[in-house]
């Protein structure tokens, strides 16, 4: 299959040129307003089940984009294309997205969002593996290691209050999730057909919250949920994560990785562990002391050495 979306690639499948300003202005949405996503999501999974949450934010945003690109003359896509984009939609949205919803029940946002910061980690190990892809240098083993160090600082014993802790089983799973997002990413860039970058971004919601809906009649039952329970700021919280950070910045994001390589993509996690950090000790007094201002440190520190760190051409 020929690799990407038709609108973000050049020939030969390379990132297509766009205007400097346009790039810049994408990476500063997904840096900032990803960054206060997981504050959203944390307040909306208090009085909303978690799959629900996800699904319906994709749902609605996804059908709203669609629907205004069909009216605005987009033509129909293709069954592959469906097929394609809904594979990228289970990764990103329903292994990615909706897991990490999921587990901010129990994982405090600032937190969620630094585990899930060593995802350049995966990037490049994504990127070694595939056809074509580049061997690690010894740099980016020390990048590794650093960022295990990291994570150690931030996870050991006695360095997250009591009440705050998330069990260790949510961390792996939230790795697990990274992992989903950045395979799904890779799919999106290199195997898919090509599709133009909003419209998939569109069919991705479609298709991925059609299977986050599956997995909420399972994953969601028990939690005895009715519309009046849901509280004022849950409301709030699911719609800025349905407006802003489904229908404005997830189509960016897909149309920043028409433009630019997974890895550079990747660089949010640089700023969004320290927005979600701050925001989660403002505003719902998650922890913050000199350990996890350490472990924050050295896990981006790692992040911008491994994405710093020039791989070496595989051999044939």
Same mark, same amino acid.
């Not at 990228?88 to 969002?113: A, K, Q």
């Not at 005895?224 to 349905?242: E, K």
């Given at each position: ?24 202005? +994408? ?26 949450? +996800? ?27 469906? !097929? ?31 585990? *899930? ?50 069990? *260790? ?21 290199? !195997? ?63 149309? *920043? ?18 927005? +979600? ?40």
């Amino acid at each position: 299959m020929s690799g990407g979306t038709d609108a973000g690639l050049g020939e030969g499948g390379a990132p297509a040129r766009a205007p400097k300003g346009a790039i810049l202005a +994408a990476f500063a949405a997904i840096y900032l307003i990803w960054g206060s996503t997981y504050l959203g999501i944390r307040v909306g999974v208090e009085t909303i089940p978690p799959f629900l949450m +996800a699904a319906s934010r994709f749902a609605i945003a996804g059908v709203v984009l669609f629907t205004v690109l069909r009216l605005r003359g987009a033509p129909w896509p293709t069954l592959l294309q469906w !097929r394609d984009q809904a594979v990228v939609g289970v990764f990103l949205l329903l292994g990615g997205n909706s897991v990490v919803t999921w587990c901010e029940l129990r994982v405090p946002s600032g937190i969620t969002s630094l585990v *899930l910061g060593a995802g350049p980690i995966i990037v490049l190990a994504l990127n070694w593996i595939r056809p074509g892809g580049s061997r690690p240098t010894a740099k980016l083993a020390v990048g590794v290691l650093i960022g295990v160090a990291g994570l150690v600082i931030l996870l050991g014993p006695g360095s997250i209050p009591a009440g705050y802790r998330p069990p *260790l089983s949510r961390i792996f799973i939230l790795l697990a999730s990274s992992l989903c997002w950045w395979t799904g990413s890779f799919y999106s860039k290199h !195997r898919a057909v090509r599709t133009p970058l909003i419209m998939a971004s569109a069919m991705q919601m479609i298709c991925g919250s059609l299977c986050i809906f599956l997995a909420a009649q399972f994953l969601d039952r028990e939690s005895g949920f009715s519309l009046s329970h849901v509280s004022g700021r849950s409301w709030i919280a699911f719609a800025y994560l349905t407006t802003v950070g489904s229908a404005v910045v997830f189509p960016i994001y897909v149309w *920043l990785l028409g433009h630019t390589t997974p890895a550079k993509a990747s660089t949010f996690a640089y700023v969004n562990p320290v927005i +979600a950090i701050i925001l989660g000790w403002a505003i719902l007094r998650e922890p913050l002391n000199f350990r996890i201002a350490l472990a924050t440190a050295i896990i981006i520190g790692a992040v911008v050495l491994i994405n710093l760190t020039r791989a070496k051409p595989r051999d044939a």
